[in-house]
T-cell receptor
């Protein structure tokens, strides 16, 4: 069974640009989560999508947004990139809510220059 | 406050040593779940274990074991006879029922030397 897949694996963008990261969950999983792992800041919750709806978001500005498609895949969009957005962005999926284990993809390493 | 503390930032051991990674959490909720994830150099977080707040039984899986003590709000992870392949960052995490937001500790980097 395929795990969570993310694309691209690496990305370099210039400050002010926009970026879209993609995530395909494990088959049968309806919930997708996005986390940011910036150097020195640990893992921070970004967004949670379930059944196409945004269910929760972390303490991030509105320029971080996303969506979930009918096939449960998801996109994370970041507008007006700042240097501090350089991080590993991890996507995870789970088959339910309320504490079911989440399985993570390999992440997208975003570098903003 | 809802918080997970992993006080050990980095641990170095020699192969075959046993090592315990500490995790202490804070919550006022009675229903929650605790997790351990491993993050090897490749970056992907690998799920290791989930434990709910009502199940204080310790668990052993091969060389891995977990000790959950609600009285001290701790969920420690022990690797017996460590191997070089165990080298990674290990994260303890907490989630409250129906919030679906994992709260991670800052991680412990384990280096196992041959």
């Amino acid at each position: 069974e395929a795990g969570v897949t993310q694309s691209p694996t690496h990305l370099i963008k210039t400050r002010g640009q926009q970026v879209t990261l993609r995530c395909s969950p494990i088959s049968g999983h309806t919930s997708v989560y996005w986390y940011q792992q910036a150097l020195g800041l640990g893992l921070q919750f970004l967004l949670w999508y379930d059944e196409g709806e945004e269910r929760n978001r972390g303490n991030f500005p509105p320029r971080f947004s996303g969506r979930q498609f009918p096939n449960y895949s998801s996109e994370l969009n970041v507008n007006a990139l700042e240097l501090e957005d350089s991080a590993l962005y991890l996507c995870a999926s789970s088959h339910g809510t309320g504490g079911t284990e989440a399985f993570f993809g390999q992440g997208t390493r975003l570098t903003v220059v | 406050a809802q918080k997970v503390t992993q006080a050990q930032t980095e641990i170095s051991v020699v192969e075959k040593e046993d090592v315990t990674l500490d995790c202490v959490y804070e919550t006022r909720d009675t229903t929650y779940y605790l997790f351990w994830y491993k993050q090897p150099p490749s970056g992907e977080l690998v799920f290791l274990i989930r434990r709910n707040s009502f199940d204080e039984q310790n668990e052993i899986s091969g060389r891995y074991s977990w000790n959950f003590q609600k009285s001290t709000s701790s969920f420690n992870f022990t690797i017996t006879a460590s191997q070089v392949v165990d080298s990674a960052v290990y994260f303890c995490a907490l989630i409250f029922y129906n919030t679906d937001k994992l709260i991670f500790g800052t991680g412990t980097r384990l280096q196992v030397f041959p």
